[in-house]
């Protein structure tokens, strides 16, 4: 169930969403929070940015928590993330052992936590994570329709 503190650090997800358009990047932004709620680390996808095809918002924010914590294990922490999780993904959050992912747009071409795949709550692994969908999906939604539709846009 999503709760007003999950819309809060959402939209602190999307500023970092907006962030990526400047690197030409995909705009997908995220949030790790500590178990009071507070930022514990950011980022966005900086694919373009790294010429690295795994800096994904996600990626980018696990790498950057465990360095400052000296410690893989963020087993105390909320990732927000403003796009459903990719399998790739779902496999670090799963391995750094975050115990609950809130996203808000679904990714109906690649998405791992519900719409394609479920990896995150599947039973045939040692590890899951709780799964809060939706939370401000129209406004986490808007700059990837506008991205995409403008990269399609300029193909012609």
């Given at each position: 169930?999503?709760?007003?503190?999950?819309?809060?650090?959402?939209?602190?997800?999307?500023?970092?969403?907006?962030?990526?358009?400047?690197?030409?990047?995909?705009?997908?932004?995220?949030?790790?929070?500590?178990?009071?709620?507070?930022?514990?680390?950011?980022?966005?996808?900086?694919?373009?940015?790294?010429?690295?095809?795994?800096?994904?918002?996600?990626?980018?924010?696990?790498?950057?928590?465990a360095?400052?914590?000296?410690?893989?294990?963020l087993?105390?922490?909320?990732?927000?993330?403003?796009?459903?999780?990719c399998?790739?993904?779902?496999?670090?959050?799963?391995?750094?052992?975050?115990?609950?992912?809130?996203?808000?747009?679904?990714?109906?071409?690649?998405?791992?936590?519900?719409?394609?795949?479920?990896?995150?709550?599947?039973?045939?692994?040692?590890?899951?994570?709780?799964?809060?969908?939706?939370?401000?999906?129209?406004?986490?939604?808007?700059?990837?329709?506008?991205?995409?539709?403008?990269?399609?846009?300029?193909e012609?």
């Amino acid at each position: 169930m999503p709760s007003r503190s999950d819309a809060e650090a959402m939209r602190l997800a999307l500023a970092e969403a907006e962030l990526a358009l400047a690197s030409g990047d995909v705009p997908v932004g995220a949030v790790l929070l500590d178990r009071d709620g507070t930022v514990l680390a950011h980022g966005r996808n900086e694919r373009e940015k790294h010429a690295d095809p795994t800096a994904h918002a996600e990626i980018v924010v696990i790498r950057r928590a465990a360095q400052l914590r000296g410690d893989w294990h963020l087993d105390d922490t909320t990732l927000v993330v403003t796009l459903e999780p990719c399998v790739m993904c779902a496999g670090a959050i799963l391995a750094a052992r975050i115990p609950r992912v809130v996203f808000g747009a679904w990714d109906d071409k690649a998405g791992a936590a519900g719409s394609v795949h479920d990896l995150l709550r599947d039973r045939r692994l040692p590890y899951r994570a709780e799964v809060v969908a939706g939370v401000l999906e129209a406004e986490c939604a808007a700059p990837l329709t506008r991205f995409f539709a403008d990269a399609r846009a300029s193909e012609l």
